[in-house]
């Protein structure tokens, strides 16, 4: 497995794993197929972009995607609405990387592709994005969690409302790595 740059060329591959990991059960099925499959090709062009810096992707070693992750440099700690333009919220002077996009591809090795990704975000956060800090939202992502409890991102007390679709709003949690602290220990 190694880290890749994303291209355009990509879409489709993000879409479908966007899909598989997401938008699999019911009434959600039904969305996607409806709408939000081109908003989602709307949002990753607009990230590829727009601000491909803080995107990268884990491949095999034929090529095939394994998981992505965009992050975009931020000054705040709030839950970004999942589709959005990168430059509503971006922040040149930012110290934060806020996780916009993360997918892994199901099977026995998504817990270490994740931990890869997550792990390729703190190199991405501090060398390309000057970030001394990592954001992340989470509603629903199990196994996003699991990696952010091992990996000691701290886990904010107060609940936040996430607008994780147009007008659907869940209950959330931000989680934040401080890159900086990690470096001095």
């Given at each position: 497995?190694?880290?890749?740059?994303?291209?355009?060329?990509?879409?489709?591959?993000?879409?479908?794993?966007?899909?598989?990991?997401?938008?699999?059960?019911?009434?959600?099925?039904?969305?996607?197929?409806?709408?939000?499959?081109?908003?989602?090709?709307?949002?990753?062009?607009?990230?590829?972009?727009?601000?491909?810096?803080?995107?990268?992707?884990?491949?095999?070693?034929?090529?095939?995607?394994?998981?992505?992750?965009?992050?975009?440099?931020?000054?705040?700690?709030?839950?970004?609405?999942?589709?959005?333009?990168?430059?509503?919220?971006?922040?040149?002077?930012?110290?934060?990387?806020?996780?916009?996009?993360?997918?892994?591809?199901?099977?026995?090795?998504?817990?270490?592709?994740a931990q890869k990704l997550y792990d390729e975000a703190e190199k991405v956060a501090?060398?390309?994005?000057?970030?001394?800090?990592?954001?992340v939202t989470i509603y629903s992502s199990p196994l996003e969690e699991q990696i952010?409890?091992?990996?000691?991102?701290?886990?904010?007390?107060?609940?936040?409302?996430?607008?994780?679709?147009?007008?659907?709003?869940?209950?959330?949690?931000?989680?934040?790595?401080?890159?900086?602290?990690?470096?001095?220990?």
């Amino acid at each position: 497995m190694k880290i890749t740059e994303l291209k355009i060329q990509n879409t489709e591959e993000l879409l479908e794993l966007e899909e598989q990991m997401y938008w699999q059960s019911g009434d959600w099925n039904k969305l996607w197929q409806d709408e939000a499959k081109k908003k989602f090709r709307v949002f990753i062009k607009d990230y590829l972009t727009k601000f491909p810096q803080g995107c990268f992707g884990l491949v095999d070693d034929n090529g095939n995607l394994l998981g992505t992750m965009f992050l975009l440099k931020t000054s705040k700690s709030i839950p970004i609405p999942y589709l959005h333009n990168p430059f509503d919220y971006y922040d040149n002077n930012g110290d934060k990387a806020y996780v916009s996009f993360f997918v892994v591809r199901e099977g026995k090795d998504q817990l270490d592709i994740a931990q890869k990704l997550y792990d390729e975000a703190e190199k991405v956060a501090l060398l390309k994005l000057r970030c001394g800090n990592i954001v992340v939202t989470i509603y629903s992502s199990p196994l996003e969690e699991q990696i952010l409890i091992s990996n000691n991102y701290e886990k904010q007390p107060q609940k936040y409302e996430w607008e994780i679709y147009p007008s659907i709003n869940v209950e959330s949690w931000i989680y934040i790595n401080s890159l900086l602290m990690k470096q001095a220990l």
